[in-house]
């Protein structure tokens, strides 16, 4: 339930809201509560709200706004109205909000943008390790080309995202994981650029929420012993997991986690602003540990990521 930590309304977190209730909250001028109410429909799509969604498209410059109406929209990636609104905004506009699209085309697998995420990459700029780490979250073999000719030329601190895509496409994703775990081991060891460290993790983060668990275990492994400045990314990347699939999160953490990667974990949400998802993560950590046996493993990991995370 939206409320303790956000102090935002309840009716946010129920399926069923009235037109005026939805109204009112993307059209509010209060910038965080329209942040919220474009986070809600991400994971309740809504087809009657797509034409509100492209209108505030056109005039919507809230610096954290923005992006989560994006991904809004982005989640109804098979509406053509939408697909054209996006595709239009891959080309357009400041960079900061160009990310915001690439990234939701990459998260929501919009084969429908591959043309467009590819000739991003053929463009020197600060978008290129954002298209190219869409391409691989696409997973289509189509994208094989343009990451292959890239890992022949990328510098060293695309690499990492290179490897990644790679293997989130399908090619020979045992040695590109390998590549990235003994970077990311170096790093704590000898010492990194932030970007190299930050493309790392970020190319471990996408393969853990894809589905492999090893790199989501590697970042625990490391970023529970590593100095600073190369622990902050890595509570970044493992905040990141917990949020976007917390399901997953919590069958890694009852399988490997000390209270060491619970503290990992709560360092990582501390720099991150997405009050949504943090709530959506808290309630169902409240709902699994009441819906666990007493005694039980889980329960017991419930009962350790609401003391320390203090929800």
């Known amino acids: 339930m939206i409320a303790a930590a956000t102090g935002l309304p309840v009716w946010f977190v129920e399926r069923e809201l009235s037109a005026a209730e939805t109204n009112n909250a993307v059209a509010s001028p209060n910038d965080r509560l329209r942040t919220v109410a474009y986070s809600f429909f991400e994971h309740n799509p809504d087809p009657s709200m797509i034409p509100a969604f492209l209108t505030a498209l056109d005039k919507e410059q809230g610096e954290f706004v923005r992006p989560e109406l994006v991904r809004a929209l982005a989640a109804q990636g098979t509406d053509p109205r939408v697909r054209q609104a996006l595709l239009r905004e891959v080309v357009r506009g400041e960079d900061f909000f160009r990310s915001a699209v690439i990234e939701a085309l990459g998260d929501y697998k919009a084969a429908y943008a591959i043309d467009a995420l590819a000739g991003v990459t053929k463009l020197d700029g600060p978008l290129l390790d954002d298209s190219v780490l869409a391409l691989g979250k ?174």
């Open 138 to 311: 696409i997973g289509d073999q189509r994208a094989f080309e343009t990451l292959a000719a890239l890992q022949r030329t990328a510098a060293p601190t695309l690499r990492p995202i290179v490897a990644a895509s790679l293997c989130l496409v399908g090619a020979q994703c045992a040695e590109q994981e390998k590549y990235l775990i003994d970077l990311l081991k170096s790093a704590a060891k000898n010492g990194e650029p932030q970007e190299s460290v930050r493309a790392d993790v970020t190319g471990l983060t996408a393969l853990a929420l894809a589905g492999r668990s090893s790199a989501a275990e590697a970042l625990f492994d490391v970023g529970t012993h590593a100095p600073d400045p190369v622990r902050a990314p890595i509570a970044l990347g493992v905040a990141t997991i917990a949020l976007r699939n917390p399901t997953f999160a919590f069958a890694l953490f009852e399988k490997s986690a000390s209270k060491e990667v619970i503290t990992l974990l709560g360092e990582g949400f501390d720099m991150l602003e997405e009050d949504f998802e943090k709530e959506q993560f808290f309630a169902l950590a409240r709902k699994t540990y009441w819906n666990a046996p007493e005694g039980s493993p889980t329960r017991a990991l419930m009962q350790t990521l609401i003391g320390e995370l203090d929800f």
